[in-house]
């Protein structure tokens, strides 16, 4: 720290002798350095406030999201409890005695002659784009997995 010695000319009486003062030159850095680091930490400060501003809100939407998707399962729960009632064989059957439909006497397949399916189904036309599969085979396991193999995707 540079000092130094002056005369101080505030009131100076030339009888009295001459007075001397320390005069100490300041250094401005440490203040410059103190505001920069509180403009520092502030603008920390409001990042962090940002932030957490931001991960509230997203917080929010994901409960949102995840209130909706409870509330989705749910109403699938329902529909498929409602679809399970709906396809129940003895609902079914309730229905079919309603409408005066009875048991068959047998469970005999009819074969129909390939040419008269054609003939009927180029009189009908197509009703989808898919191609028409028809099940000859007589094992009941293929013809389970041919049917899914036809119907997937569909209730």
């Known amino acids: 720290m540079a000092l130094a010695l002056r005369r101080s000319q505030a009131n100076h009486d030339p009888r ?3 007075r001397l003062t320390l005069a100490t030159r300041r250094r401005r850095w440490p203040l410059a350095l103190g505001v920069l680091a509180v403009l520092i930490v502030l603008a920390g400060l409001l990042g962090a406030a ?3 501003t931001q991960l509230a809100e997203r917080q929010l939407r994901i409960d ?3 209130r909706s998707v409870n509330e989705e ?3 699938f729960d329902e529909l498929r409890h409602q679809r399970a009632e709906l396809r129940s064989p003895v609902r079914l059957a309730r229905e079919a005695g309603r409408l005066g439909m009875v ?3 047998t469970g005999d397949f009819v074969e129909v002659d390939p040419w008269l399916l054609a003939r009927q189904l180029a009189a ?3 009703v989808e784009d898919q191609s028409r599969l028809i099940i000859v085979e007589t094992d ?3 013809q389970f997995s041919d049917v899914k193999r036809v119907s997937a995707g569909q209730p």
Do not use: I, K
């Open 124 to 126: 009908a036309g197509t």
């Open 73 to 75: 399962r749910e109403r």
């Open 16 to 18: 009295q002798p001459a």
């Open 140 to 142: 009941p396991l293929e």
């Open 103 to 105: 048991r068959g006497d």
């Open 50 to 52: 940002v932030f957490h």
């Open 64 to 66: 949102q999201l995840e």
